[in-house]
């Protein structure tokens, strides 16, 4: 799971906390200019309902760190336009989703930086945002936004899930681990997980054979019977991926002695009940992105400032602030580089500029976009398979590593 509950050639480099932005590119005479008045750009997550903890945690750090930096950072806001910030409350569901993307269509915004952590809500905001011709530069890992036909406004700060996929097949490989146990609730996120995983481990790790698939309710309590299914699989690996209710998988994976085996989990684990590995984490790895190529890696100190400024905003509780900037700071950074590069906030200035970044640099994130590839993360940034304990990278960021296999 990425922080929203995973993103350097001929580079503008960064100078700043957030630079990493050339200023205006040519002008685009084919594109209206910009109206007079801010810059208006969408956001929306669960302020109320059984999520709404993450979501004001968001709002949070969108209204405390990251609009505030970007404005020291550029006084003069997007080519000499201030922006302004409609955060809006999707409450966690499907509904509330769509009646939330309806409104930010109706408050006419520029762009969209963030959409609802429910899976199934954020693909019927995608489709209504889609729609009115609105782009979207956030978390958009699932398949259907890889097809840029289909959905031409939407552009994701981090991997798709079919490249994390691509990842895990080839830790697979490297690791020389053959018999693989998924552990799943049947979500549509997870589902599509294993579905993508399954079509790569005949091209990346062929030797690789998932030898059971246990799946358990979304928040179980009681997981024992599909750890015990697990264990006499005989598995060398086990991929647990679950919305939450990780404690439980955990303990029952302890009790039955699986405290060797490789695991895999999601993102998703650092954020619910990671403590509860115990001795599990030493061998637990994850999919992910923006990850350190070490734990001795250096980030300027731009940058860990900023990432310290994530923490205290939200107390120190997350793994990975360097996920915070991809999500929160980057899109401001694509979005100012787009608008001000063909001087126009209208759809498709937005989406030409942000297709002619190639092997660009935003606060050491490099992107390489284009009409037909809008998940554009590259270098050690993009989809690997992480360690998932210590030592971290970044101080104060807690920067996972990469995990070589």
């Known amino acids: 799971m990425k922080k929203h509950l995973s993103l350097l050639a001929a580079a503008a480099v960064s100078a700043g906390v957030l630079a990493g932005v050339s ?27 059984a ?13 405390n760190v990251t609009i505030k930096a970007f404005n020291a950072e550029f006084p003069d806001g997007i080519d000499g336009h201030p922006i302004k910030l409609v955060f809006l409350d999707d409450q966690g569901t499907v509904t509330g989703g769509v009646q939330s993307a309806e409104q930010l269509v109706s408050e006419h915004v520029a762009a969209v930086v963030t959409l609802s952590y429910n899976p199934e809500a954020t693909l019927q905001q995608a489709v ?55 552990v799943d609730d049947g979500e549509t996120a997870t589902s599509e997980v294993l579905a993508s995983l399954k079509a790569e481990l005949p091209k990346y790790s062929p030797k690789t054979k998932i030898v059971t698939v246990q799946q358990v309710s979304p928040a179980a309590v009681e997981v024992s019977p599909q750890i015990a299914a697990v264990k006499a699989a005989n598995p060398d690996a086990v991929y647990v991926d679950t919305g939450e209710a990780y404690g439980p ?10 405290t060797n085996v490789k695991i895999l989990a999601s993102a998703g684990a650092w954020y619910d009940s990671f403590s509860a590995m115990g001795p599990l ?20 100190a731009q940058l860990t400032d900023l990432m310290g ?50 092997n660009q640099d935003f606060d ?42």
């Open 23 to 49: 200023g205006a590119g040519a002008a685009g005479a084919s594109y209206p200019a910009i109206p007079a008045g801010p810059i208006v750009i969408g956001a929306t997550t669960p302020l109320s309902g």
């Open 128 to 182: 209504v945002l889609n729609h009115a011709h609105i782009p979207v530069i956030s978390v958009l890992s699932y398949s259907q936004f890889v097809n840029t036909k289909a959905y031409p406004y939407d552009f994701a700060t981090g991997a798709s899930i079919p490249q994390e996929a691509v990842a895990t097949a080839k830790w697979l490989k490297a690791e020389g681990l053959t018999r693989l146990a998924v």
């Open 281 to 300: 984490a030493a061998n637990a790895y994850a999919p992910y992105d923006d990850c350190a190529p070490s734990a001795s890696t250096a980030y300027p």
């Open 51 to 63: 999520t709404a903890a993450y979501g004001q945690s968001t709002e949070e750090s969108f209204d």
């Open 309 to 358: 400024q994530y923490s205290a905003a939200t107390y120190g509780y997350s793994t990975n602030y360097r996920t915070y900037v991809a999500t929160d700071t980057v899109p401001l950074l694509l979005l100012k580089y787009a608008i001000e590069k063909e001087h126009s906030d209208t759809p498709d200035a937005i989406k030409a500029g942000i297709e002619s970044i190639h």
């Open 364 to 405: 050491t994130f490099e992107y390489n976009f284009s009409p037909t590839n809008h998940f554009g993360i590259e270098g050690s940034d993009s989809a690997a398979v992480c360690q998932m304990a210590a030592p971290y990278a970044g101080g104060v960021g807690k920067i996972p590593v990469i995990s070589k296999g």
């Open 249 to 258: 998988i955990w303990q029952a994976m302890q009790t039955d002695g699986l």
